[in-house]
């Protein structure tokens, strides 16, 4: 049940604009009713942030991780409903309270990545929506050189259960797999596949890739006609990004080299990079460094890729070595994914009239310690 009252006190409350120290923020009904510096009169239940950040709630637009959560170990699977009541748990304790689950049309490569399954999971994730602590939305990654995954798409695009698509195209040769041996290393290594299989995934992806081109504009198109968000995934050249800019894709997720990077911000594309990258500092696939394009001006949006956990370590991180203000490092996992994906007017940033999806850190740690989110004004998780 959503508190009617709720104000947070002594707080440092970023704002998308900067940080208010010692401030106050309100909540009634579930949106934020008053933000101030000092406090706030109410008779209603008050939180004591003592000194601690308050941040908006992140939005996640790439998570894959639903799909570790339902495949953890090659070929051993549990329960589709399961999983995503766990992980929607595990979400909430990591700050995210919009999340994109990512579900590949990948027919025959790796575990849970076929259009059968991807359907399926859209399908129970669609059912037990209203259910989870978080607002749960669904991201469609349609691995271009699958021709079979188009019916697939058509129907849950026009049942309303995909609210984000990128095109992926993870033939070897070019975007994150540059050489063949890269590719091979990868889902040998991650998904325990042997060479045959590997050349015989290969050989397919290279005969479909040549025919493509025949069905992309019309999944592009129906996507448009929905007012569906489009995203490109691993774009590695500025030609690929001239090619974005003339489909109005507007979302460059995880791009490979600083010449896209560059090429993206000319034509006002969005890129989004992976917050494990910015944490660790490099990428796991040796291409781009998220935390070095930051550095360079590059790059708007921050999403977990694989691992929820590392949103908010990735936002301090920026702040901490001197990459970003804290808000613009903020603004980088809140309101930057909300405008790009169209939702920026209810949701994403610490405003008056705007849901209020908060997140309360304790910075007294060693680590930036997430101890409250509240979604839509209902505590959706709490380690106090």
């Known amino acids: 049940m959503t508190t009617k009252s709720l104000t947070f006190e002594n707080a440092s409350i970023v704002t998308p604009s900067g940080v208010l120290r010692g401030a106050s923020l309100m909540v009634e009904d579930g949106f934020i009713s008053t933000i101030r510096e000092g406090a706030i009169n109410s008779h209603g239940k008050r939180v004591d942030a ?13 998570s894959d991780a639903v799909e570790k959560e339902i495949e953890p170990r090659p070929n051993v699977f549990f329960p589709v409903n399961v999983a995503i009541y766990e992980l929607d748990k595990k979400l909430a ?3 995210v309270t919009t999340i994109f689950h990512a579900l590949s049309f990948a027919e025959g490569e790796v575990g849970v990545r076929s259009n059968e399954m991807a359907a399926k999971i859209i399908t129970e994730i669609t059912r037990l929506s209203p259910k989870f602590s978080v607002k749960t939305m669904v991201h469609a990654r349609f691995e271009i050189t699958d ?11 026009a049942a309303g259960k995909i609210h984000l698509l990128s095109l992926m195209d993870h033939t070897p040769g070019q975007g994150q797999f540059r050489e063949v041996a890269a590719f091979k290393d990868y889902f040998r290594h991650v998904y325990k596949k042997s060479d045959e299989d590997l050349n015989k995934i290969i050989d397919r992806k290279m005969m479909a890739k ?6 992309i504009g019309d999944v592009i198109e129906l996507c448009k006609s929905l007012k569906i968000p489009l995203a490109s995934h691993d774009d590695d050249s500025t030609e690929k990004i001239r090619w974005l800019d003339e489909m109005k894709i507007m979302i460059s997720e995880f791009p490979v080299t600083l010449e896209a990077v560059r090429a993206a911000k000319t034509h006002d594309i969005q890129v989004c990079l992976g917050s494990p990258n910015v944490l660790r500092g490099n990428s796991q696939a040796k291409n781009l460094s998220a935390q070095d394009a930051i550095a360079a001006g590059f790059g708007e949006i921050l999403c977990s890729d694989y691992s929820p956990m590392t949103m908010v370590h990735a936002v301090f991180a920026l702040y901490d070595r001197g990459i970003l203000p804290l808000h613009q490092a903020v603004n980088m996992a809140s309101i930057n994914p909300a405008k790009a994906v169209g939702i920026s007017g209810r949701t994403g940033s610490l405003e008056e009239n705007k849901i209020a999806d908060i997140i309360v850190v304790d910075m007294n740690h ?9 979604a839509a004004g209902h505590e959706a998780y709490s380690a106090c």
């Open 50 to 62: 003592k000194g601690g950040y308050l941040l908006p709630g992140f939005i996640d637009l790439h």
């Open 93 to 95: 304790a990591a700050g």
């Open 147 to 157: 021709a079979d995954a188009v019916p697939y798409l058509e129907e849950l695009l």
């Open 210 to 215: 040549e025919r493509s081109q025949a069905y």
């Open 366 to 374: 060693e680590i930036p310690k997430i101890v409250k989110t509240f």
